[in-house]
């Protein structure tokens, strides 16, 4: 696949056709400044809300087009969900996506919400990974971000992983020279390794507890594994769930993947399990 503007329609409708969850309600709002949807299942967690960011390499994918492969999410974790559209490259570049994930996560504290949670695929698991770093460094007590949950996250810019060439003819997905386009549209000139960009080079010390999953046949492989290890080494709580023959956020399939519903199933569990404790 290719990551450019004209490739939006194409991305959105694969994406939407993610089956709903019956159920959960869907309403457009603005949180925090920043446009986007709320996905709300029946008997929520109390004072709960997930913060979920979208994939597309930062230059594809809308808050619409995610609000079914959302709500999978939300309904399992019995959390209300909020999908924040926030700005895409080339229109707009780094820092724009991180300033938007910022100010909606502030957006939700400020309404009340004492227990929330992180969760994105793809370019949007890298975001939420990066706003889990900035946010835990600026809360004073980290009694508000209690987790993260990601799949197939991009957390490397610079691709220097080994699984980009290991893994090249397994992943019918994502190459080397189309994630490469993407980060330069997403970045421009500046560095590669910047750690609100790429939150491998950040620093990972004292963040809540991270779970992620990730295909075994997909090129980004090796950023869900380098990121458990370095949360590891900082003394950190990390889960990485490795799917044997999966590829790119495979989770999103769920109508025809047992192991997508499997999947689907873990992340609510474990979203839930830490929303419940820190709710008030």
């Known amino acids: 696949m290719e990551f450019g503007p004209d490739a939006r329609p194409v991305f959105d409708h ?11 309600s869907y309403k457009a709002v603005t949180v925090g400044g920043v446009p986007g949807w709320w996905c709300s299942p029946p008997n929520t967690i ?9 994939g597309g390499a930062y230059v594809l994918g809308s808050a619409s087009a995610y609000r079914n492969f959302a709500g999978q999410i939300a309904v399992r974790a019995k959390a209300a969900t909020f999908i924040p559209d926030y700005r895409v490259a080339p229109e707009h570049q780094f820092p724009g996506a991180v300033d938007d994930a910022l100010a909606a996560f502030r957006g939700l504290s ?3 919400y004492s227990s929330l949670a992180l969760a994105g695929d793809s370019a949007g698991g890298g975001l939420a990974l990066s706003l889990l770093s900035i946010a835990t460094a600026r809360s004073k007590d980290g009694s508000v971000l209690r987790l993260a949950a990601v799949m197939s996250p991009w957390i490397d810019l610079a691709l220097t992983g080994d699984s980009i060439k290991a893994r090249a003819d397994a992943d019918p997905l994502l190459t080397r020279d189309a994630l490469q386009k993407a980060a330069k549209l997403y970045l421009g000139e500046q560095y590669l390794h910047n750690p609100q960009a790429s939150p491998l080079y950040g620093n990972l010390a004292g963040l809540p507890p991270v779970l992620l999953h990730v295909g075994e046949d997909e090129i980004l492989f090796d950023d869900s594994c380098r990121f458990a290890e370095r949360i590891d080494s900082a003394g950190g709580t990390a889960r990485i769930d ?3 023959g999966m590829v790119h956020v495979f989770p999103s399939n769920v109508e025809l993947l047992q192991a997508a519903r499997e999947a689907l199933d873990d992340i609510g569990e474990f979203l839930h399990s830490h929303l419940g404790r820190g709710s008030t």
Do not use: F, S
């Not at 694969?14 to 959960?24: E, K, L």
């Not at 109390?46 to 979208?54: D, P, S, T």
């Open 14 to 24: 694969i994406i939407a056709m993610t089956p709903a969850t019956p159920d959960v």
């Open 46 to 54: 109390e004072g709960a809300a997930i913060l979920y960011l979208h």
């Open 110 to 112: 400020g309404a009340g």
């Open 242 to 244: 490795v799917w044997q």
